[in-house]
Antibody, heavy 114, light 112 residues
Framework: EVQLVESGGGLVQPGGSLRLSCATS????????MSWVRQAPGKGLEWVAN????????YYVDSVKGRFTISRDNAMNSLYLQMNSVRAEDTALYYC???????WGQGTLVTVSS | DIVMTQTPLSSPVTLGQPASISCRSS???????????LSWLQQRPGQPPRLLIY???NRFSGVPDRFSGSGAGTDFTLKISRVEAEDVGVYYC?????????FGGGTKVEIK
């Protein structure tokens, strides 16, 4: 069974940092692109970042470029999102998703507030 | 960026009746590899999104056959042949032909 479990969310002050993790199981992690997608409270879905199977290519939505970094550890079957210089508008439920977003985790909530 | 526009915003439906959701993209979603990376996702209340349809019309594993997708180029449709109570939620179209990946604003399906 494919499973994705996000962690690392919480309350962070504007300008602060947070590192999200996504632990996966039930599939060959190193064979898939992976994504982060977020959803602000009561809003729709926004793609955040993608990373290629071997980590050699990374893509970001403009609003997080230079502040967020997506990475992965294929030996640990894990995906990460390093969030720096966070802003109030980064407040959202952050989901990790496999490949072309065929499986999703339950999400981890990030709240940016002073 | 490719803008995805969904209509209607809300769709009140009688149980057992059909429902239809439209999605229009601001440019063609045909990829250089010949595929069209248009997907439909369902998000039930309090749940993460779930993939229903990929590449316009392919049902994902475990998705009931009352869900179907169609379209081409810039115009796409999701149909539910007979709405059941478990279909209540918000439906999103999503394009992955070009970065950034973008989503429609969502259509809320509710029971009358």
């Amino acid at each position: 069974e494919v499973q994705l479990v996000e962690s690392g969310g919480g309350l962070v002050q504007p300008g602060g940092s947070l590192r999200l993790s996504c632990a996966t199981s039930g599939f060959t992690f190193s064979s898939y692109w992976m994504s982060w997608v977020r959803q602000a409270p009561g809003k729709g879905l926004e793609w955040v970042a993608n990373i290629k199977e071997d980590g050699s290519e990374k893509y970001y939505v403009d609003s997080v470029k230079g502040r967020f970094t997506i990475s992965r550890d294929n030996a640990m079957n894990s995906l990460y999102l390093q969030m720096n210089s966070v802003r109030a508008e980064d407040t959202a439920l952050y989901y990790c998703a496999r490949g072309r977003r065929d499986y999703w985790g339950q999400g981890t909530l990030v709240t940016v507030s002073s | 960026d490719i803008v995805m526009t969904q209509t209607p915003l809300s769709s009140p439906v009688t149980l057992g009746q059909p429902a239809s959701i439209s999605c229009r993209s601001s440019q063609s979603l045909v990829h250089s590899d010949g595929n069209t990376y248009l997907s439909w996702l369902q998000q039930r209340p309090g749940q993460p999104p779930r993939l229903l349809i990929y590449k316009i019309s392919n049902r994902f594993s475990g998705v009931p056959d009352r869900f179907s997708g169609s379209g081409a180029g810039t115009d796409f449709t999701l149909k539910i042949s007979r709405v059941e109570a478990e279909d209540v939620g918000v439906y999103y179209c999503m394009q992955a032909t070009q970065f950034p990946v973008t989503f429609g604003g969502g259509t809320k399906v509710e029971i009358k």
